[in-house]
């Protein structure tokens, strides 16, 4: 498709008579410069390109969702976040095993629905600003920190920004889980789900959430409910991710925790024919030459500018 | 940032797809010295319930809340600006800010963000000037104080049971009392609204925080 991409833009310039930095320069003489972050520069360009392909009737490429079921709750030693593994293009399955529960602070992590790449990109975005007031304030993050940093910069967006987060962590104050939904609303909860499976792993939660839970209790609770999602939607399937965050300062990631539906007894039913696999020796080795090939180490000057 | 023009004489500015809704029942009435807010806890997001026990009461100040019905996000947002306002106008004026002007920081908000935003909401406070004071601000940005308030969308079930049980010059008790009744009708029959009810009684000597779980309503289905 990058192909088809570079012909709609040549067909744009030559339409408009004019370079895509031209473009891009009037919109951004109307528009503020943004410090990092988003820029929405291409809004404008996308469009464009949008209405060509309409007309020469191309397929675009989508963006990636995480149909996804994820979960937290809080326990009596800390947290306990939860998440599925299947990445979806509308009924595509884009990504069997990709990781939903993001790296935001030694002692906090975030699980991420709704489109992969907000998710993804969000999260790495406070995590940075989180690292960089750790630095300034030497001391650790407060998870209250990051839920208000996420959820100001979503509302900025005003849910054009589709990611939809469930934040866990432990800090001076104790364990917290929040929910943060795409337009910047947010919820502060003992027990929380989002996502596509939502409804499946909520009504898991419903049953077997109690105050002050152990710790075996707490995951296996988790467990349960990410399968139920696993298993009820569609938008959700493959592994269950789970992480937890205790009090003490140790976090346990564990990938795959509970991998029900392992792919590779599917690809053994496959039966290949016999020819497709060569062993070694079936070509005739005629001559061999081994030549030394010469290496120079060169001394460099850094020079600083 | 590039946004979709809207028709500039619609000005029925609907949830955005998938937005959270605080769909709410929201209620205030002063009392002599002091005031009682109450509210619903339910959160929806088209039919899924997000929260079933939020907070819409939130405190902008030490002796001041705000009842918040609408869009969960603009409201939240809304509220986050007017206690950044306020807190920063009671240290240039070294006193606790009047109910007045939190009320009225709300409304210039509403008002010029009428066409962005959608939020309802109920400033009901106490200050050492005036007393115990409630302000209605609905969808649009109009200001009204008022002996008692309701709001959200379970409030329309309700104002013939208010209008008829009010009464000038309540005591807290009373007044706490009518809150919680008038709250379970509007759970009983607004499909938006549900939960705990939750009531905050403010008063110069301190703030009382309280909520009803929801199988202990003065009024409900039968059968609980």
Not at chain 1, 65 to 91: E, F, P, S
Not at chain 1, 255 to 267: A, E, H, I, Y
Request: hydrophobic share 35%; proline share 4%; net charge neutral.
């Amino acid at each position: 498709w990058k192909g088809k991409i570079k012909t709609l833009v040549k067909s744009y310039n030559k339409i408009n008579n004019s370079t895509m930095s031209e473009v891009t320069e009037s919109i951004k003489s109307n528009e503020p410069s943004a410090v990092g972050g988003f820029s929405f520069d291409n809004v404008h360009r996308n469009r464009m390109i949008e209405n060509l392909a309409k007309d020469s009737n191309s397929v675009l490429p989508q963006a990636t969702k995480t149909g996804t079921t994820i979960v937290g709750l809080v326990y009596k030693d800390g947290v306990v976040l939860g998440a599925d593994t299947r990445a979806t293009n509308d009924t595509e399955v884009a990504e069997k095993n990709c990781e939903k529960i993001h790296y935001l602070a030694p002692n906090m992590y975030c699980c991420g629905a709704g489109t992969a790449a907000d998710t993804e990109m969000t999260t790495k975005m406070i995590s940075s600003q989180l690292e960089l007031l750790r630095m300034n304030t030497h001391s650790p993050s407060r998870v209250v920190t990051a839920f208000t940093l996420l959820k100001r910069k979503l509302f900025q967006y005003q849910g054009h920004i589709s990611a939809a987060l469930v934040l866990g962590g432990c800090d001076i104050n104790g364990p917290h889980v929040y929910q943060i939904y795409p337009h910047g609303s947010t919820g502060k909860l003992p027990y929380t789900t989002m996502g596509s499976g939502s409804l499946a792993a909520m009504s898991v939660f419903e049953q077997g959430w109690r105050e002050n839970m152990a710790e075996n209790e707490a995951v296996e609770l988790v467990r349960r409910s990410i399968l139920a999602g696993v298993f009820n939607d569609l938008g959700s399937g493959s592994n269950c991710d789970t992480c937890v965050i205790r009090m003490d300062g140790t976090v346990a990631y564990n990938r795959g925790d509970v991998t029900p539906n392992p792919v590779q007894p599917l690809r053994d039913g496959i039966s290949h024919s016999s020819k497709l696999s060569i062993s070694a020796g079936t070509t005739p080795i005629l001559s061999t030459k081994h030549q030394r090939f010469p290496v120079t180490l060169a001394d460099v000057d850094v020079v600083e500018a | 940032m590039t946004s979709v023009i809207n028709n500039p004489l619609d000005y029925s500015s609907k949830l955005k797809k998938g937005e959270v809704s605080t769909g709410t029942t929201i209620m205030a009435i002063p009392f002599d010295g002091g005031v009682v807010l109450g509210a619903d806890s339910r959160v929806s997001t088209g039919v899924y319930i997000a929260n079933r026990v939020s907070d819409k009461i939130a405190q902008i100040s030490e002796h001041i809340f705000v009842c918040r019905s609408g869009s969960a996000a603009d409201t939240q947002a809304l509220t986050d600006y007017v206690k950044y306002y306020l807190s920063q106008l009671s240290i240039e004026t070294g006193r606790p800010p009047l109910v007045k002007v939190a009320a009225h920081l709300m409304r210039q908000l509403c008002y010029e963000n009428k066409n962005n935003l959608m939020a309802g909401v109920i400033v009901g406070g106490w200050d050492p000037v005036h007393g115990g004071q409630v302000y209605n601000i609905p969808l649009g940005g109009t200001i009204m104080q008022m002996p008692f308030a309701i709001g959200g969308s379970g409030s329309t079930y309700i104002y013939g049971l208010v209008d008829a049980s009010f009464q000038e010059n309540m005591s807290a008790e009373d007044a706490r009392a009518l809150v919680k009744k008038a709250i379970s009708h509007a759970m009983a029959r607004d499909g938006s609204s549900g939960g705990i009810i939750r009531t905050v009684v403010v008063r110069a000597e301190g703030n009382d925080r309280d909520y009803t779980p929801g199988n202990q309503l003065p009024y409900g289905p039968a059968g609980w």
